[in-house]
């Protein structure tokens, strides 16, 4: 493909004169994005898939709890992207212990959750923030609280240099734009998020995600950033109904190929080879997501047959069992919380579901001991374990 994709500047990064990229505006032009045969496959089969998801969206019986796991779990791995080494059950326990504070890794997903809340919320509300650099710069403000982000000018486009890969500016994968650029590009962007051209809505998010991430307007967690674009686009542009279709387990499964394809926009003009690879991405992230959500379901369901069956059931127990699916760690203390009953019951109910085989004690202690349901979290784990 002979495309230009934008311009180098000499810009100086550390005590180096490098050539910092400075990207054309969307959409691809000198040609225009080739909708070839092999996209518009991909385009139709990422269709399709998303159709079978907005419909398992709307047949499970709670979309509410369905919702809370995938969005856990999409914090969790566009996390671990970036290295953070938290698993789900890390998250997962923190939340249900109420209590203390989380180490630096919990804290970076709760922060992810954090800011993925707070932009969907401003999106879904008529006088919250527009999709905007401002609400990505809120979100940004939200992902780098505390220790770790402390330093990294939360909120703020970078007013420095900046490069990615490589030891030195020199020896850098990408340069991205001198920061005085910075704000145009993004303006640049916006304005093309708002605007119209010919292109499928989804190949549009593709693409704004890869000039988002050239762009790199922030000093860290613009993968981060850039993937939560991707989400919010979806949802906002009415793709899916609910936001379940999170690419960051795509990404994270084929990391070298996604840099690979980022930079090869920048360096080859390969707009349609990232356009195939996201579109893949969306198809199989969808069907995925269904064949998941029909399995959560299932092992709810004959879980719940084995809970009602128990001789020992109380209500109380039939009553937490069905607060698992959102709380899929619990202590004694959490379990009271949630049924609002004394101690002694709060004990019976979860020595129901013990007796059950449906929770599982996981500490191996005798004091402050947690329960996780097991079969459940089991399940939604794949895909979260830690990179090796
Ligand atoms: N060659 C490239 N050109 C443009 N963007 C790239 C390239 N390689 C990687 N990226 C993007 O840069 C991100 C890393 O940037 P940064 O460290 O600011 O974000 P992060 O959220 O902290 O990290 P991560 O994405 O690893 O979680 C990658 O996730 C990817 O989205
Ligand atoms: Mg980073």
């Known amino acids: 493909m002979n495309r230009t994709t934008g311009r180098y500047e000499r810009t100086i990064a550390g ?27 991909r385009l139709a089969a990422a269709e399709r898939a998303l159709a079978r998801l907005d419909l398992a969206g709307e047949m499970v019986p ?41 180490d630096a890794d919990v804290e970076e997903v709760c922060n992810y959750l954090d800011a993925l809340r707070f932009a969907r919320r401003e999106l879904a509300d008529a006088h919250g923030l527009p999709l905007s650099v401002r609400l990505l710069n809120e979100a940004h403000r939200r992902l780098m609280q505390g220790a770790r982000g402390a330093n990294k000018q939360p909120g703020e486009i970078r007013r420095g240099q900046n490069w990615i890969g490589g030891s030195r500016p020199g020896d850098a994968v990408h340069v991205p734009p001198p920061p005085h650029l910075v704000p145009d590009l993004l303006s640049d962007l916006e304005k093309y998020l708002h605007g119209d051209d010919d292109l499928p809505p989804l190949v549009r998010a593709g693409l704004a995600h890869v000039q988002f991430e050239t ?29 379940l279709l999170y ?21 080859e003009g390969d707009w349609e080879g990232w356009t195939a690879f996201f579109l893949d991405g969306v198809a199989t992230i969808a069907d995925e997501a269904v064949a998941s959500a029909r399995d959560l379901f299932a092992v709810v369901a004959a879980d719940r047959a084995r809970v009602l069956a128990l001789d020992t059931a109380s209500v109380a127990a039939a009553r937490l069992f069905e607060l698992l699916p959102r709380h899929p760690i619990v202590s004694v203390a959490t379990a009271m919380a949630l049924l609002g009953t004394s101690k002694p019951t709060a004990i019976r109910a979860v020595e129901s579901l013990v007796a059950a085989g449906v929770l599982v004690e996981t500490t191996g202690r005798k004091r402050d001991r947690s329960f996780a349901y097991q079969a459940y979290v089991e399940r939604l784990r794949v895909g979260t374990e830690l990179l090796t």
């Open 62 to 102: 709670s979309l509410d709890w369905f919702l809370y796991a995938f969005v856990r779990k999409e914090a969790v791995i566009s996390s671990q992207i970036e290295g953070t080494q938290a698993t789900l059950v890390d998250l997962l326990t923190f939340e249900a212990a109420r209590q203390g504070s989380a």
């Open 215 to 243: 762009i790199h307007p922030y000093l860290d967690g613009n993968g981060r950033i850039g993937r939560l674009l991707i989400a919010l686009l979806l949802e906002h542009w009415g793709l899916l109904k609910s936001p």
């Open 247 to 267: 690419l960051s387990l795509f990404f994270k499964r084929h990391r070298a190929e996604y840099y690979r394809r980022l930079a090869a926009v920048r360096t």
């Open 15 to 41: 005590s180096e004169e490098v050539a910092a990229f400075v990207p054309a505006p969307l959409p691809p032009r000198d040609p225009a994005l080739a909708m070839d045969r092999r996209i518009a496959e």
